[in-house]
T-cell receptor, first 112, second 114 residues
């Protein structure tokens, strides 16, 4: 079956570093996305990985290991505004986003 | 480019009424998607358009739901004879035809059926 696992909740302190993990089991793989979603708002695109390794974009980095079916999102120098839900989504085949499989999201609380 | 725009932001309706939502995608994006999201869940795929053609519709979608994209630009999602279980956030997203293109979401329409 198709499945994506993420921790439900995480807590971290302002200025710290936090790593949000995502594991997936899908019939195929053609890319993994991370989205940020604040309460009551739409998801916002953060990063995309299709090859193994680390993609860095400012304070946010995303890592992928296809052989392990594993990704993580790394958030550095945490700010209060980073409190949000972080969604992992896998495109299981083709280049079309209608085949995205979504995790339930990890709710991150950043405390002062 | 002002991003994906959805209207209305909120809609409260009584059970049995029909509702229609509108989505204006990013202008150069030819792919448009409708999703539904409830609290604590990831987005659930509803339907997909490439230009004006509706290429896929989720099997989870009952025949009370219909979507159109008549000129390949804006899209509408109509729900007929609404039920309380239809209460959710309805998200529209668009993307380009590039393989790596992510979804760009609108701010959604929150539907409450009383």
């Amino acid at each position: 079956g198709q499945n994506i696992d993420q921790p439900t909740e995480m807590t971290a302190t302002e200025g710290a570093i936090v790593q949000i993990n995502c594991t997936y089991q899908t019939s195929g793989f053609n890319g993994l996305f991370w989205y940020q979603q604040h309460a009551g708002e739409a998801p916002t695109f953060l990063s995309y990985n299709v090859l193994d390794g680390l993609e860095e974009k400012g304070r946010f980095s995303s890592f992928l290991s296809r052989s392990k079916g594993y990704s993580y999102l790394l958030l550095k120098e945490l700010q209060m505004k980073d409190s949000a839900s972080y969604l992992c989504a896998v495109r299981d085949r083709g280049g079309n986003n209608r085949k995205l499989i979504w995790g339930l999201g990890t709710s991150l609380a950043v405390n002062p | 480019d002002t991003g994906v725009s959805q209207n209305p932001r909120h809609k409260i309706t009584k059970r049995g009424q029909n509702v229609t939502f509108r989505c204006d995608p990013i202008s150069e994006h030819n792919r448009l998607y409708w999703y539904r999201q409830t609290l604590g869940q990831g987005p659930e795929f509803l339907t997909y358009f490439q230009n004006e053609a509706q290429l896929e519709k989720s099997r989870l979608l009952s025949d009370r739901f219909s979507a159109e994209r008549p000129k390949g630009s804006f899209s509408t999602l109509e729900i007929q004879r609404t039920e309380q279980g239809d209460s959710a956030m309805y998200l529209c997203a668009s993307s380009s035809a590039r393989g790596t293109s992510p979804l760009h979401f609108g701010n959604g329409t929150r539907l409450t059926v009383t």
